[in-house]
T-cell receptor, first 115, second 118 residues
Framework: AQTVTQSQPEMSVQEAETVTLSCTYDTSESDYYLFWYKQPPSRQMILVIRQEAYKQQNATENRFSVNFQKAAKSFSLKISDSQLGDAAMYFCAYRRKGSQGNLIFGKGTKLSVKP | EAQVTQNPRYLITVTGKKLTVTCSQNMNHEYMSWYRQDPGLGLRQIYYSMNVEVTDKGDVPEGYKVSRKEKRNFPLILESPSPNQTSLYFC????WGTGTASGANVLTFGAGSRLTVL
């Protein structure tokens, strides 16, 4: 069974600095999707960034980028120039490509941003 | 506006009193799913549906029922709620297909429903 592990329950970063959130996953599949979702205090789940496993190029969305290491099954999220609005829970998620691709979540990392 | 709408957003009920949490999406998505979120456990899938009249169990289906009679609606039913079903519930939907360029496989979530069972 696929699993997603986020080893950092909490992280803290100074405003304007860079922080990296870790995520590892376990799967025997070769084609799948990886996601980072943000959950601010409003509880809404917001897609931050996504990556297709067959694409070697790391995905980037403005200040958010990933370091996707397929062989190591690692999918870390880097937030550059951190802002107060980045404070939230961040969930890493995996979804197998195919007819029953359940989205499997890690347990989350709570990010605090200090002014 | 493209969205997933859940109701109610907040509910306090008592053990054994049947309740339904509604979910509706206006994006013509084939795939819909229910998750529950509990502290320290992340989100876990309860049930999902690939299309109308097609539903299947997720990881934690016990105590829940669903139906998919229309493409846009996917209600979650708690026939006899118990305190261990106190949780934050999310409905989500997506297109179904390959690749992410079209948005397929990218879940859109509702705003969540906070349920407390006394």
């Amino acid at each position: 069974a696929q699993t997603v592990t986020q080893s950092q329950p909490e992280m803290s970063v100074q405003e304007a600095e860079t922080v990296t959130l870790s995520c590892t996953y376990d799967t025997s599949e070769s084609d799948y999707y990886l996601f980072w979702y943000k959950q601010p205090p409003s509880r809404q789940m917001i897609l931050v960034i996504r990556q297709e496993a067959y694409k070697q190029q790391n995905a980037t969305e403005n200040r958010f980028s990933v370091n996707f290491q397929k062989a190591a099954k690692s999918f870390s999220l880097k937030i550059s120039d951190s802002q107060l609005g980045d404070a939230a829970m961040y969930f890493c998620a995996y979804r197998r490509k195919g007819s029953q691709g359940n989205l499997i979540f890690g347990k989350g990392t709570k990010l605090s941003v200090k002014p | 506006e493209a969205q997933v709408t859940q109701n109610p957003r907040y509910l306090i009920t008592v053990t054994g009193k049947k309740l339904t949490v509604t979910c509706s999406q206006n994006m013509n998505h084939e795939y819909m799913s229910w998750y529950r979120q509990d502290p320290g456990l992340g989100l876990r899938q309860i049930y999902y549906s690939m299309n109308v009249e097609v539903t299947d169990k997720g990881d934690v289906p016990e105590g829940y029922k669903v139906s998919r009679k229309e493409k846009r609606n996917f209600p979650l039913i708690l026939e006899s709620p118990s305190p261990n079903q106190t949780s934050l519930y999310f409905c989500a939907s997506s297109l179904w297909g390959t690749g992410t360029a079209s948005g397929a496989n990218v879940l859109t979530f509702g705003a969540g429903s906070r349920l407390t069972v006394l």
